[in-house]
């Protein structure tokens, strides 16, 4: 469908840097199989749907963690706070030996300790997207934390302020949350 030979006119420094003015959090996925719990740095995570609830992550095939969710057939999603820095570092491969992470099982699927959410999810479906993956997980289990989230932006580490004037929850309409 994606031939990965396939020419291409667009430059992929400047697709990179392009990507990167999209400001996004940072997560840790996380899978369990055969016995063994994976970790992955990601930043291509997004919610799919309230009804039922969906996320999403993109994965790149080269991964190892594209073989681990495969098996596992469930993936957690931390997102990391701020100052976590050196977990991102570390489960993307390029940190220093941090401390050992602390995994939690929330409805069976591991996820990190002290983060400032997390989400489980049981694997609903999986796409191509050339020499990545789209998996999509239904929501099992929800955990909230409430600390300051990790931003990450133009390939550098950042920390959000919110502005003093800003508007409440906008959330609330964009999800159509059933009237209480
Ligand atoms: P490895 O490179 O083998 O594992 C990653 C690291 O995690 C290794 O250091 C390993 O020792 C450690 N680790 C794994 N499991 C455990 C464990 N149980 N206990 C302790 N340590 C463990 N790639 C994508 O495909 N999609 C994305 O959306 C994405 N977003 C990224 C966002 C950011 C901010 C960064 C920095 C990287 C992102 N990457 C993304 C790249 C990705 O994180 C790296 O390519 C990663 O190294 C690929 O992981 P891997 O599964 O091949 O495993």
Redesign the pocket.
Known sequence: MYPHQEKTEIDGKLFRRVMGRFT?G??V??AEAEG??????????MSGSLTPPLCI????K?????G?LEKAGHFGVSILAQGQEGI????????SA?P??L?AHMHGV?VLSGVSAAIAATLEAKHDCGD?SIFIGRIVGLRDDERQPLV?HG?K?ATIRHKKDAPADQTIDFWELPPE
């Open positions: 996004t940072v997560t996925i996380t063994a719990v994976r970790g992955m740095t990601a930043n291509a995570f992550i993109s994965i790149a080269k991964a190892r963690m594209h681990t991102s570092q570390h489960f993307a491969g390029q940190g941090d050992e992470p995994f591991p990545h990450f390939g580490y």
